[in-house]
């Protein structure tokens, strides 16, 4: 059995809400926690239900597994990525996929 650390599970929550630019209280509104708990959870100080670990990952644009468990597996790894690009507007994905590409290339130029 994989154990799920807190405090690590936390660093992932601020992670991606900090990815996603979302201000702690904006997250707690979203997810119908208080932002004390928010924090708390963000430490690992405090453990959550399931219903609120969904409601979470809903909010973040992740899946449980990843807030769980991180990224282990290499599709995985994009959990993060894939949660902030999920906030972009349907008719702007074109303009986001050329700032990828050039980024991409840039840094492939750079190696």
């Keep these: 059995m994989t154990h799920v650390d807190p405090v690590i599970m936390g660093e992932r929550i601020k992670k991606q809400r900090l990815l996603n630019g979302y201000s702690r209280e904006k ?4 997810a119908d926690i208080t932002p004390r708990f928010c924090y708390d959870l963000e430490l690992g100080l405090k ?3 399931v ?4 409601r979470l990952c809903d909010a973040l644009h992740v899946s449980v597994d990843y807030i769980l468990y991180g990224s282990s597996e290499s599709s995985g790894k994009l959990d993060s990525i ?3 690009i ?3 507007p349907a008719n ?3 303009h986001l996929e050329q700032i990828i ?3 991409v290339q840039a840094v492939q130029d750079k190696e």
């Design 27 to 30: 997250l707690a509104e979203m």
């Design 47 to 49: 453990n959550m239900s």
């Design 51 to 54: 219903n609120t670990l969904c």
């Design 82 to 84: 894939i949660g902030v």
């Design 86 to 88: 999920s906030l972009c």
């Design 92 to 94: 702007k994905l074109s």
């Design 101 to 103: 590409s050039h980024y």
